[in-house]
């Protein structure tokens, strides 16, 4: 019995070891700084830069992201904003909406000394860490270097010089810098005489097709179209198939849906513009090692026509590919993770319970134990001690009291038998005889003989033929009136009377 017990016990300890190792074991990711990502919109090209984030995050462990969209909102952006400074993020990546609207929120999270990477979209002020994002005004110069091409061309067609051209902008959200820049570099790159009328596609397709729908309804059908990016250059081209014209068509991006556009022949062509989220997570890596970093950095841009498109897309598709592949396994990843997370956490609750019963019932039974231990010392043991004196002594008595009644009885005859007799014969002294005798008869001694004669001289009276004198002469009474008297008070009637 007891070597198996040993081995339960042993079993418990080491199941309780293994769980406290398994809940102190490494977890595959423990971040350790958090970063807030606000990104205006969520269009391709910005899924493509959270892609490229998410993928360079993987190099990172340390480090998890915190995502939030404004969906075109200034205000919901500058809230977003603000909630993660208030959430104290460790690092900030923001691709304002507007920049001067975004600019106060940027400001209030920098100055709040959280490290600040504006991506893509520049703001007002220099209140920010890094900067990483595209040459807007050289994506301008490469539309005004297609426009002039495609001009050329058609002055070559048209054999005709110094015609007078019209060209439509479909601008971006008139607040963002990217908007700016690229009409600033499209404008600075025009040759004389080329007309250009701008409406505002904010970034969006339909709100391309919509203002450029509007546009042809009105105006004279320009020479080209040039648009701030590809999904308002589908916009364009959407609103241009209820024409019998085709118009050639810049956009930018230089990506999906934008490629797919280019090869199906919808648009002409495009100018890249890179969103590099790696790069972006490099920095902020670099940022919070403090490790050396670019402060500004800005990301080149090439034309991009039907012959580049196809390779292009190809690649296009395989990056996709990936990404989609990344994110399988980091959903898997995270779903597994949130399982091991919630084993953990049943663990820990019933190592807790374990240990908490574990010290409940121990603290119980050693305070038991001590309860005990001093009720039995102080009321059970001297209950005890008394009840073994009380024992002993009562069977002294008993053993007295044997004695003293043989030692009468065999003298109930004999004239001398008295108080000193008695304590001769029982070695006591006078008190100690009167004292036993009382404890053990109830009277004193003279008393205790005196009754003894009187039931002997009851049975004499009782079984023999021998009158009260007789009686009362051989139980040594002084007189046979004595012995009446005697026996009267003790039987309540008189010897004649039996
Ligand atoms: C994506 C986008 C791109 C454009 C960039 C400018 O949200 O609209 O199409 O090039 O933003 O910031």
Redesign the pocket.
Known sequence: MQPQKCCTMRNIIVILFAALAVLMGCSPRQPQYRIGVS????????QKMNYEMERELLLHPDMVLSRRIAYGSNELQCAQIDSFIAERVDLLIV?PNEAEAVKPAVTRAYRAGIPVIVA??RVTGDEWTAFI??D?YK?GSLMAQWVREELKIKNEKLKIKNSRFSILEVA??PG????TLRHQGLMDGLPEGVEVYSVMGS?YREEAYKVVSEYLATQPLPDLIVA?????AIGAADALQNYQFSIPIMG??GINPGLQAIVDGKINCSAT?SSRGDMVIDAAARILHNEPFVRDTVLETILVDAKAAYPMLKQDEDITRDLETLHLVQTQTESKWRQMQFDRIVLSVCVAVFFILFVATLSYIIARQFKLQTEIKQDILPQLENMQEAIQLSRRDEAFADRLKQIVNEHLSDPNLNVEYLGSMLQLSRTQLFRRVKTVTGKGPLDYIREQRLIRADQLLHTTDMTIQQVALELCFSSAGYFTKCYKEYFGHLPSER
Do not use: E, I, K
């Not at 990104?39 to 910005?46: E, F, G, S, V």
């Not at 701030?228 to 308002?232: E, T, W």
């Open positions: 990104q205006c919109l969520d269009d391709a090209w910005r691709s893509d979209r994002g595209g807007n994506v971006g959200l963002s810098t990217p908007a970034w701030h990016n590809d999904l308002m930018v991006d513009y």
